[in-house]
């Protein structure tokens, strides 16, 4: 089988999805969620404590599916750890058999469950890029030599719907020039607007995985717009939503359209559809995706 990486450089439309390690040591549901999915998706990223919400290191979880056979995508947070712990994660990941890695620098503590936590950022997320180029080269970020080195495919995430795209690019254009080898976009609602912005980004020809949630109600979208950066919503898909006599499936044909008009802009999708991972299979039968990703192709 191909690797996340090769796959994504194949020419092959990919589909990920996300797996959030549990808040507690109870992986069962998890595991079941992987095992139902494992054949309609390529990889499964695994959070770092999504939105400062204390849970399971994904490094153990990520350690845990490469056991099963299934291929997880690390992510690394620069909010908690200082430039010495994020390395020996690396380099521990590295021996746990762990390929991929999405770096970010996280979200602070005073928007999590433990707001009185101390936020860190000795690091953001191009100088955590920085670190695996390092490592990639035998030295660690002081210069020192490594003894043995770690070869990750390393990639960034990019906010296509902030309003500062000028900054957005800026930092796309020092991402790929420190081993960026990828990006995960934020949620995608809109297709004209990831149009632009794919226009301009497409010149770095680094490949580009959109977002996409399938949205529950007209108050998840509302939510989505009040409490997540990077995420805009459009009126008229709020207005579709609240009118729905079956919200479920019009959340379901939201996505699937959004797919259809994305397939052509993008090297693939991170579809999540949060706590109703069933609806994932429907939407890619909808849209036309194969299961079988060995099929997949643009």
Do not use: W
Not at 152 to 180: C, H, L, W, Y
């Amino acid at each position: 089988m191909r690797s996340f990486i090769e796959s994504l450089t194949s020419g092959k439309f990919m589909v990920t999805t996300e797996l959030i390690p549990p808040k507690g040591t109870h992986l069962t549901p998890l595991f079941e969620k992987a095992e139902a999915l494992r054949d309609q998706v390529d990889a499964f990223i695994l959070p770092d404590s999504h939105a400062a919400q204390m849970s399971m290191s994904p490094l153990a979880v990520a350690h845990l599916l490469v056991n099963r056979g299934i291929e997880p995508i690390l992510s690394i947070t620069c909010r908690g750890r200082n430039r010495i712990a994020l390395q020996s994660d690396l380099l521990g990941a590295h021996a746990l058999g762990i390929k991929n890695i999405v770096c970010m620098t996280g979200d602070h503590p005073v928007v999590g469950d433990h707001p009185e936590a101390t936020p860190v950022f000795d690091l953001d997320s191009i100088s955590l890029l920085r670190a695996i180029a390092s490592h990639r080269a035998g030295k660690d970020m002081s210069g020192r030599r490594l003894t043995g080195t770690s070869a990750f495919s390393a990639g960034a995430v990019v906010d296509p719907a902030i309003t500062n795209q000028d900054q957005q690019m800026r930092r796309m254009e020092m991402k790929v020039a420190v081993g960026a080898q990828f990006f995960f976009a934020q949620a995608v609602f809109d297709p004209l607007l990831f149009e632009s912005f794919m226009s301009t980004a497409s010149r770095f020809s680094v490949p580009i995985i959109a977002g996409l949630i399938v949205l529950k109600s007209g108050d998840m979208a509302r939510h989505l717009n009040a409490g997540q950066l990077g995420i805009a919503v459009p009126d008229a898909l709020i207005d579709e939503m609240d009118r729905a006599e079956d919200p479920e499936s019009t959340g379901v044909a939201i996505a699937t359209r959004t797919i259809k008009d994305l397939m052509s802009l993008c090297q693939g999708v991170h579809l999540v559809s949060v706590g109703r991972e069933y609806q994932i299979s429907s939407v890619l039968k909808a849209a036309g995706i194969a299961s079988d990703s060995s099929l997949r192709e643009r």
